[in-house]
């Protein structure tokens, strides 16, 4: 498996306070990204980063921002967290971008719920 | 607006036969298309990628086709077996973003 590792895996939070994911990878790898699944809508993007301090929004970035201040971390906030918010987020790599010939891998997923 | 569509919800297949998944894009012109593959409580897997310019790739069992005309890819699995049994996702990237966007993936069920 590649050396991506999400926190924390699970967490229940409440409505209106902030919450930071984490996403570490291992491989020195240039490109992140921040996904959520939900039932019907399968994986949308959240944010993507193709560098240390370089990110763009992706699909459904409302509600969320991110940082990268080195190339191992990427960070996912929810300023304020909604009800809506509740899902299962995934990280992946990738060692070139989109436009070159290139895979994504995932980490485990992080489920959170806002109650 | 961009659209990828996984064309069934759920497959059932029997054990031993080709099962075909489809996926289909509007509105976009993508440079590589991938395949995944993701079990339950798990991140998926990557499994194939075939480039704009190439008709046909595979891998052991699996088959993909993409044809930019018709705006459309098929993953096939031939012999097919119960393990097959998962979630698989269509991907899509371009050469303009670093955008990796997936369709809603199709529940495939290889019936023994």
């Known amino acids: 498996d590649a050396g991506i590792t999400q926190s924390p895996r699970h967490k229940v939070t409440e409505t209106g306070t902030p919450v930071t994911l984490r996403c570490h990878q291992t491989e020195n790898h240039r490109y992140m990204y921040w996904y959520r699944q939900d039932p019907g809508h399968g994986l949308r993007l959240i944010h993507y980063?193709?560098?240390?301090?370089?990110?763009d929004k992706g699909e459904v970035s409302d509600g969320y921002s991110v940082s990268r201040s080195k190339t191992e971390d990427f960070l996912l906030t929810l300023e304020s967290a909604t009800s809506s918010q509740t899902s299962v987020y995934f990280c992946?790599?990738?060692?070139?971008?989109?436009?070159?010939?290139?895979?994504?891998?995932f980490g485990q997923g992080t489920r959170l719920t806002v109650v | 607006s961009q659209k990828i569509e996984q064309n069934s919800e759920a497959l059932n297949i029997q054990e031993g036969k080709t099962a075909t998944l489809t996926c289909n894009y509007t509105n976009y012109s993508p440079a590589y298309l991938q395949w995944y593959r993701q079990d339950p409580g798990r991140g998926p897997v990557f499994l194939l990628l075939?480039?704009?310019?190439?008709k046909e790739k595979r891998k052991e069992r699996l088959k993909v086709t993409f044809d930019t005309t018709l705006k459309q890819s098929l993953f096939h699995i031939t012999a097919s077996q119960p393990a097959d049994s998962a979630t698989y996702l269509c991907?899509?990237?371009?050469?303009?973003?670093?955008?990796?966007?997936f369709g809603k993936g199709t529940r495939l069920h290889i019936l023994p």
């Open positions: 991907a899509l990237t371009r050469n303009r973003d670093d955008k990796i966007i």
């Open positions: 075939i480039r704009e310019n190439e």
């Open positions: 980063s193709y560098g240390v301090k370089d990110t």
């Open positions: 992946a790599i990738s060692e070139y971008g989109a436009g070159m010939n290139t895979e994504a891998f």
